[in-house]
């Protein structure tokens, strides 16, 4: 019946009919076979074979397996030679026992597997090669435990001398006196940095006999964690030799296999118990730590012995002599244990690590952006480490191949990979559980910097049924984890997940169909759903990524382009920051369908954020390309805009006449509410110019074009205007009834900038009239309303600024100055941080000159303006 490995070199024809022969022999076998476990296990590696030459016969690793278990069935019908049952010893019983059951197990999942078909991906997933390795190994213990047994049982040796079994027995008692019960734990890591929090609270509990779980990603840091609190001293001193470790995943996953290994490495002696029951006055009798290494392995929920195991490592938990620590990247474990946080390491330690193995100790900038963007995953700088000594790479080159292959870089030459990692959750029962959608989820989540939005799972995968359960699978199996309302993951993870192709992906696809949709809202705040918009606050990073990639696929995606216009136009109203797509805006060719639209939403962009002469610049390039695509709606769109970027930079006659030329053409197109919106540009350039008649005429033509119903973002900027050129001719009571009333429109839609800035107004008015009780009531109902504003909370500050020192409240205006000019840095904002200091420079002078009026005793004879400068006091309409 014996098959040589070397068959495996005889090509296909040669394997199969190597298998097909062992099936024989075995079949025949079991006919002969008097002994009812030898039937069993005859009957089950036949069955195993017979499933590999069908199902896997191009498979080596399969095939070495079943070669495997044929040698098995070998020793055994070799070792029995026609024996009775009643022949044997209970001891050889065992053994065959113990061979029945490793046979019977491999053989189902074997058979199980096969079903799904030698083109499924889980048949050769690098896992299984693992496990079928670890099959092939634990074969390899069972048979030496046998052929022992069989040794004792007969007199004879595996090699044929005959022995005395009291010699053996003396001999393993020798042995046994001179060496601790037990296994010991394997060493602590060398280099092992930025976890000394950690350890003390894990020794802590430890100290308490409390059960441990350590849970988190792979290559985290859980076993090398766990190694550092089994060598700490003070556990030394507490558990002495009593200090134990046990892989997980080097055994099959049963009650049976796992009870076996436990006891072995306790030192118990007890050969096959089937519970605690045999091991307890053992692990009662002294305090013991015990590691429970990638217990995943065993306590998957979804594994076939999940629940017996799982009750087995519950009682462990509960003994009180015993500490059980687990490192896992499940979240089930007992619950009894304790959960510390375990986090990515800091940037020193992660340095430490990385310049531990790459043997330089010059500290580099460029290592530390690779650090960072590794999100200090232990392993995977351990790995990049490793890589870039093993080559030899300068820090240049490695960045280089960073940028180029990511993930394929962490690889070392010891077959060491963070894809092996990885693949490992992927092959657990829970995750093959989730269905076939699973992988390309994690896709989505991978591609998305910030990770997919924990409200918007159903919202973005409405065909995948159960899918916020399936996230939660994914968190449960430190895949992914929760961040600020979003599930996300580590960068490592996300540069081995993300799609090669993201056109290819049909998830991400729909993602991004429905980020589309979303942006295709409009955000003014006269349009009815503009309050739906606000989402892009939080998720514009999203969007943004979204976009570029998108963008760089195909720029000739119309589509992709107006959703990038649109994306500008939200940040212009809720999140005024610089992007990095301006850059390839400007860079599309002229001839680009979307070019001109988008350079529009840019200007936009770049007034929000103060920006002037570039939102100018902007303009007049997309201009150029409206009037040669001969665009009537494009054209008059543009010189609006064009009209408040000259009113801006105070080129008042200029803008006035572009902003009649656009109201021409909206009335030659019958566009009212385009109309509107030149006459408000209009007005607005009267005023700036002191022509308030103008002005007035202007904006009152424009509030009755409007309906009363529909347009009240158009009626509050209306009204605003009219305060302002009410209060600028001197008529203060117009000018406080037109400010009052567009608080009013404003009010029931809650428009922050509206009401904002008619308080602005109102506290300026006041302050200029002296009147600073008023002014500070109005400047604290503005600032009310730009909690969420950034720049508008700036320019309330520096209002507040203003007002207190008229009031000759020095300190208090300067702490408000310095708010301001820190807000303004922050936004990039030159202009209004030049200004500021002017003012914090007239607050600083005003202090030394009343210093040194005290310190003379003389009389208060600083000159302090009785009005703001120019730039102050000049009123300028805000969107």
């Given at each position: 019946m014996a098959v040589n490995s070397s068959h495996l070199t005889e090509g296909r024809d040669g394997t199969l009919s190597s298998l097909t022969a062992s099936i024989g022999a075995l079949n025949l076998a079991e006919q002969n076979s008097g002994i009812r476990p030898a039937k069993t296990i005859f009957g089950s590696a036949g069955v195993l074979l017979d499933t590999i030459r069908d199902s896997a016969a191009n498979d080596q690793e399969y095939v070495k397996l079943g070669l495997s278990c044929a040698n098995v069935c070998r020793a055994l019908d070799r070792g029995l030679n026609g024996k009775r049952a009643e022949d044997l010893s209970g001891y050889l019983l065992g053994a065959i026992e113990t061979l029945t059951t490793a046979v019977s197990t491999i053989q189902k999942a074997i058979v199980k597997q096969g079903k799904q078909g030698p083109a499924s991906p889980l048949f050769h997933a690098k896992n299984d090669k693992e496990k079928i390795a670890a099959w092939e190994r634990d074969l390899d213990r069972i048979l030496l435990i046998f052929n022992t047994e069989l040794a004792i049982d007969t007199h004879v040796m595996v090699a044929g001398t005959y022995k005395n079994v009291l010699a053996i027995q003396e001999g393993a008692q020798s042995i046994q006196a001179s060496t601790p019960p037990g296994e010991l734990p394997p060493p602590a890591p060398k280099a092992f940095f930025g976890r000394g929090e950690l350890i003390e609270e894990v020794v802590g509990h430890a100290e308490k006999l409390e059960p441990i779980a350590l849970i988190g990603a792979g290559g985290i840091g859980k076993t090398s964690i766990a190694l550092a609190v089994l060598d700490d001293d003070r556990i030394k001193a507490r558990f002495g030799d009593n200090r134990r470790f046990i892989r997980c995943e080097q055994f099959l996953a049963s009650r049976v296999h796992f009870l076996a290994r436990l006891s072995k490495v306790i030192g118990a002696g007890v050969e096959t118990p089937e519970d605690l029951v045999p091991l307890r006055p053992f692990l009662s009798s002294k305090e013991t730590l015990i590691i429970l290494d990638n217990a995943e392995s065993i306590l998957d929920p979804q594994g076939p012995n999940h629940k017996e195991i799982y009750a087995v490592v519950d009682e462990l938990c509960q003994f009180r002599t015993v500490c059980l620590c687990i490192t896992s990247r499940m979240t089930s474990v007992p619950r009894y244990c304790k959960r510390p946080r375990i986090p990515t390491l800091s940037m020193e330690a992660a340095r430490e690590i990385f310049y531990g193995i790459y043997g330089n100790d010059e500290r580099s900038e460029i290592i530390d952006n690779l650090l960072q963007r590794l999100d200090f995953h232990a392993l995977s700088v351990t790995l990049l480490a490793t890589t870039a000594s093993e080559n030899g790479w300068d820090h240049d080159r490695l960045?280089?191949?960073?940028?180029?292959?990511?993930?394929?870089?962490?690889?070392?030459?010891?077959?060491?990979?963070?894809?092996?990692?990885?693949?490992?959750?992927?092959?657990?029962?829970?995750?093959?559980?989730?269905?076939?959608?699973?992988?390309?989820?994690?896709?989505?989540?991978?591609?998305?910097?910030?990770?997919?939005?924990?409200?918007?799972?159903?919202?973005?995968?409405?065909?995948?049924?159960?899918?916020?359960?399936?996230?939660?699978?994914?968190?449960?199996?430190?895949?992914?984890?929760?961040?600020?309302?979003?599930?996300?993951?580590?960068?490592?993870?996300?540069?081995?997940?993300?799609?090669?192709?993201?056109?290819?992906?049909?998830?991400?696809?729909?993602?991004?169909?429905?980020?589309?949709?979303?942006?295709?809202?409009?955000?003014?705040?006269?349009?009815?759903?503009?309050?739906?918009?606000?989402?892009?606050?939080?998720?514009?990073?999203?969007?943004?990524?979204?976009?570029?990639?998108?963008?760089?696929?195909?720029?000739?995606?119309?589509?992709?382009?107006?959703?990038?216009?649109?994306?500008?136009?939200?940040?212009?109203?809720?999140?005024?920051?610089?992007?990095?797509?301006?850059?390839?805006?400007?860079?599309?060719?002229?001839?680009?369908?979307?070019?001109?639209?988008?350079?529009?939403?840019?200007?936009?962009?770049?007034?929000?954020?103060?920006?002037?002469?570039?939102?100018?610049?902007?303009?007049?390039?997309?201009?150029?390309?409206?009037?040669?695509?001969?665009?009537?709606?494009?054209?008059?769109?543009?010189?609006?805009?064009?009209?408040?970027?000259?009113?801006?930079?105070?080129?008042?006659?200029?803008?006035?006449?572009?902003?009649?030329?656009?109201?021409?053409?909206?009335?030659?197109?019958?566009?009212?509410?385009?109309?509107?919106?030149?006459?408000?540009?209009?007005?607005?350039?009267?005023?700036?110019?002191?022509?308030?008649?103008?002005?007035?005429?202007?904006?009152?033509?424009?509030?009755?074009?409007?309906?009363?119903?529909?347009?009240?973002?158009?009626?509050?900027?209306?009204?605003?205007?009219?305060?302002?050129?009410?209060?600028?001719?001197?008529?203060?009571?117009?000018?406080?009834?037109?400010?009052?009333?567009?608080?009013?429109?404003?009010?029931?839609?809650?428009?922050?900038?509206?009401?904002?800035?008619?308080?602005?107004?109102?506290?300026?008015?006041?302050?200029?009239?002296?009147?600073?009780?008023?002014?500070?009531?109005?400047?604290?109902?503005?600032?009310?309303?730009?909690?969420?504003?950034?720049?508008?909370?700036?320019?309330?500050?520096?209002?507040?600024?203003?007002?207190?020192?008229?009031?000759?409240?020095?300190?208090?205006?300067?702490?408000?100055?310095?708010?301001?000019?820190?807000?303004?840095?922050?936004?990039?904002?030159?202009?209004?941080?030049?200004?500021?200091?002017?003012?914090?420079?007239?607050?600083?002078?005003?202090?030394?000159?009343?210093?040194?009026?005290?310190?003379?005793?003389?009389?208060?004879?600083?000159?302090?303006?009785?009005q703001d400068s120019d730039w102050e006091s000049e009123r300028v309409s805000h969107p």
């Open positions: 960045t280089e191949e960073w940028d180029e292959q990511r993930a394929q870089v962490l690889r070392t030459d010891h077959n060491e990979s963070l894809a092996a990692t990885i693949e490992l959750s992927l092959t657990s029962p829970t995750f093959r559980k989730l269905g076939p959608n699973a992988r390309d989820l994690l896709g989505v989540v991978a591609f998305f910097p910030q990770g997919v939005g924990e409200k918007n799972l159903n919202w973005f995968f409405p065909t995948i049924p159960g899918g916020a359960n399936i996230f939660d699978k994914f968190c449960a199996l430190s895949l992914t984890h929760r961040s600020s309302g979003f599930i996300t993951m580590l960068a490592p993870l996300r540069d081995y997940f993300r799609p090669r192709d993201p056109k290819a992906s049909l998830l991400l696809c729909a993602t991004k169909d429905h980020y589309f949709t979303r942006l295709s809202v409009n955000p003014d705040p006269d349009h009815p759903r503009s309050g739906e918009t606000e989402w892009i606050v939080l998720e514009d990073v999203n969007v943004e990524h979204l976009l570029d990639v998108f963008t760089s696929i195909d720029t000739g995606a119309v589509n992709v382009w107006d959703a990038c216009g649109n994306f500008l136009h939200h940040l212009c109203w809720h999140k005024p920051r610089q992007t990095t797509l301006g850059t390839k805006i400007q860079g599309l060719p002229d001839g680009h369908p979307s070019k001109a639209k988008c350079l529009l939403r840019l200007s936009q962009l770049s007034v929000a954020m103060g920006n002037y002469v570039e939102r100018k610049n902007l303009l007049l390039h997309a201009l150029t390309l409206e009037r040669v695509r001969g665009n009537d709606f494009g054209i008059a769109e543009t010189l609006q805009n064009l009209s408040y970027a000259n009113q801006s930079l105070g080129m008042y006659e200029e803008g006035i006449q572009q902003a009649k030329e656009a109201l021409e053409m909206f009335e030659r197109l019958g566009d009212v509410q385009e109309q509107s919106n030149c006459l408000q540009s209009l007005a607005t350039l009267f005023f700036c110019d002191s022509r308030l008649d103008a002005a007035e005429d202007t904006v009152s033509r424009k509030i009755e074009l409007l309906p009363e119903k529909g347009q009240e973002y158009q009626l509050c900027q209306s009204h605003r205007l009219l305060g302002n050129v009410y209060c600028r001719k001197g008529e203060k009571e117009k000018a406080v009834y037109h400010f009052k009333t567009a608080v009013t429109i404003a009010s029931p839609f809650n428009w922050q900038g509206v009401l904002f800035w008619n308080h602005y107004d109102m506290a300026q008015m006041f302050r200029d009239e002296g009147e600073f009780g008023d002014a500070n009531a109005h400047i604290e109902q503005a600032k009310s309303h730009a909690a969420h504003d950034a720049r508008n909370l700036g320019f309330g500050m520096q209002m507040q600024a203003w007002i207190w020192y008229r009031q000759y409240r020095l300190d208090d205006a300067r702490s408000e100055a310095l708010g301001a000019i820190k807000i303004y840095e922050k936004l990039g904002a030159v202009g209004p941080v030049g200004r500021c200091q002017h003012l914090l420079q007239w607050i600083e002078e005003a202090m030394e000159s009343e210093l040194i009026s005290s310190e003379s005793d003389s009389d208060d004879s600083t000159q302090h303006p009785s």
